[in-house]
C-alpha cells in the first residue's frame, strides 16, 4: 500500500510541512530506475530517492545521500533553483505534485510498476523520467483530479456500487472490508462499514516488514506514525531483503553450474575407470593364455587355465573358435 491513494493521501500534509520554501538545488540519477532529488533551504537539506523499477516502485526520503563523482547525469534541468511553494494531493488518483515558485509542476504519479514522474508547464506535460511510458506526455495535470460523490445517498443510488465509489479502494481495503462481514451486510451496514474503514485508513499508524507496506496492521509488522520515516524504513528494509535473495541466487546458480560440472567430471572419470579396469583384465588374460599356448587347440571355445597373477586360481576364459591360440 506504499502507492495507495490513503497513503499519498496522508504523506502529502507531511511533505508540506517539511519541504515548502526550499529550493531544488539537484535532480539527478545514477541507478537505473532510480530518480535523486534534493531540497535545500540554508543549511537544511531534504532528499527523496524515487525508485522506479518495472517490478517495484517505491518513494522513500534519506536523511543523507552522497551523490557518486562519475556515472550520474542531472536530469529535469528547468526545475534546478525553483522553489517549492505548495504541495497537491489529486483528488482520488495516486499521484500528487509539487507546485514550483515559477508555476510549473513536479509531478509524481505513482501508478504501480508504471509510475514516472513528470515536469509540467501551463498544464502540459514537457518532460518525463521514464521516456518508455510515452503516454505520460499526453497527461493534461489539471484533469488529473477526480471528483466523486462518496455520499451514503450516492453509495444507495448506484446500488451499492463499491467500485464506482472508491475505486482507490485497491486490493487490500477490499479484503479488510470482507474481514469486516462487508459482503453479507445489507446496503446501509455496508456504508457503516466503509466508514469505519476509511477512518482507519486515515488515522492509523502505518505498518511494514520487509516485504509488505499496510495502513492495517498485520503479525510481525514494525510501525511508525510519520508516513515519511515509515516508508522509508520499508524501502530500505525491502530493497535490502531483495538484494540478499538476489545474491543468494546469484551464489545457488554458481554452485548449481559447478554440481553440474563435478557430476559431468565424475561420470566421465568413472567412464574411463572402466575402460582401465577393463583394459587391466584382458591384459592378464593375455598373459594367461601366451604361458599356456600349449594347452590350447584352435577351434576350443572356452578354457580353464590357472592364473598367476591370483595365486593360480583357475580363470575360464572364452576364445574366438576360429583364431589360435596366439
Request: charged content about 20%.
Amino acid at each position: 500500500m506504499h502507492n495507495n491513494y490513503y497513503f499519498l493521501k496522508r504523506l502529502c500534509p507531511e511533505l508540506a510541512e517539511n519541504i515548502t520554501g526550499y529550493t531544488i538545488s539537484q535532480c539527478f540519477s545514477q541507478n537505473k530506475n532510480e530518480l535523486i532529488i534534493i531540497l535545500s533551504k540554508g543549511k537544511k537539506t531534504f532528499t527523496i530517492k524515487a525508485y522506479l523499477h518495472s517490478t517495484f516502485c517505491c518513494l522513500s526520503f534519506p536523511t543523507s545521500f552522497q551523490r557518486s563523482r562519475k556515472n550520474n547525469i542531472d536530469l529535469f534541468s528547468p526545475i534546478i533553483n525553483k522553489t517549492i511553494v505548495s504541495v497537491e494531493q489529486y483528488k482520488n488518483e495516486r499521484a500528487f505534485c509539487f507546485w514550483l515558485s515559477d508555476q510549473s509542476q513536479l509531478i509524481f504519479k505513482m501508478h504501480g510498476n508504471r509510475s514516472n514522474i513528470l515536469w509540467s508547464v501551463n498544464d502540459e506535460v514537457h518532460q518525463i523520467f521514464n521516456n518508455l511510458l510515452v503516454k505520460d506526455l499526453n497527461i493534461i495535470p489539471s484533469q488529473q483530479h477526480r471528483p466523486i460523490d462518496q455520499s451514503k445517498g450516492a453509495f444507495l443510488a448506484t446500488s451499492a456500487n463499491l467500485k464506482k465509489l472508491f475505486p482507490t479502494f485497491g486490493k487490500e481495503i477490499a479484503q479488510h472490508l470482507t474481514s469486516k462481514g462487508f459482503d453479507n451486510a445489507n446496503d446501509s451496514h455496508q456504508w457503516d462499514i466503509i466508514q469505519d474503514t476509511v477512518n482507519e485508513l486515515q488515522t492509523n499508524d502505518f505498518y511494514y516488514s520487509s516485504l509488505k507496506y499496510s495502513l492495517f496492521s498485520f503479525e510481525n509488522s514494525f510501525t511508525n506514525s510519520s508516513p515519511i520515516q515509515a516508508v522509508t524504513d520499508f524501502f530500505v528494509s525491502y530493497i535490502s531483503q531483495n538484494q540478499l535473495s538476489l545474491e543468494k541466487g546469484r551464489v545457488a546458480n554458481i554452485l548449481e553450474k559447478k554440481i553440474s560440472s563435478t557430476r559431468a567430471y565424475i561420470t566421465k572419470a568413472s567412464k574411463k575407470l572402466q575402460e582401465i579396469e577393463s583394459r587391466a583384465s584382458y591384459q592378464v588374460m593375455a598373459d594367461v593364455i601366451m604361458a599356456n599356448l600349449h594347452s590350447i587347440a584352435k577351434g576350443m571355445k572356452e578354457v580353464t587355465l590357472s592364473n598367476f597373477y591370483d595365486q593360480q586360481r583357475p580363470n575360464s576364459i572364452k576364445l574366438i573358435e576360429h583364431l589360435s591360440p596366439q
